[in-house]
Nanobody, 123 residues
């Protein structure tokens, strides 16, 4: 299993970024996917997750609801995180993950993580 994030960078408050995570080594379409983030001095936290299959369900952290959107392209084995209206408190390293358990209410991270991509929101 390999997960490779990209798309991070420096953006001003109120700006947007789209992160990508390219997955390989497993049948991507059969698994839920998720994004986490870790800010300096803080624990890693779930940002968003999405189920597999037709009619995918999603799960968002309260602090990003209405601003972030998770999506997936099974043909490209890629999961995305569209981040709008970014705030300085969104500054963190963002990681994608293949959950070992997913429902719309509960997400338990799996053992496989990408290397992360840095997002910095600052003027």
């Amino acid at each position: 299993v390999q997960l490779v994030e990209s798309g991070g960078g420096l953006v001003q408050p109120g700006g947007s970024l789209r992160l990508s995570c390219a997955a390989s080594g497993f049948t991507f379409s059969r698994y839920a996917v998720s994004w986490y983030r870790q800010a300096p001095g803080k624990e890693r936290e779930l940002v968003a997750a999405m189920s597999s299959g037709v009619g995918s369900t999603t799960h968002y952290a309260e602090v990003v609801k209405g601003r972030f959107t998770i999506s997936r392209d099974n043909a490209k084995n890629t999961v995305y995180l569209q981040m709008n209206s970014l705030k300085p408190e969104d500054t963190a390293v963002y990681y994608c993950n293949r959950p070992k358990f997913y429902t719309a209410a509960v997400v338990i991270p799996g053992d496989y993580w990408g290397q992360g991509t840095q997002v910095t929101v600052s003027s």
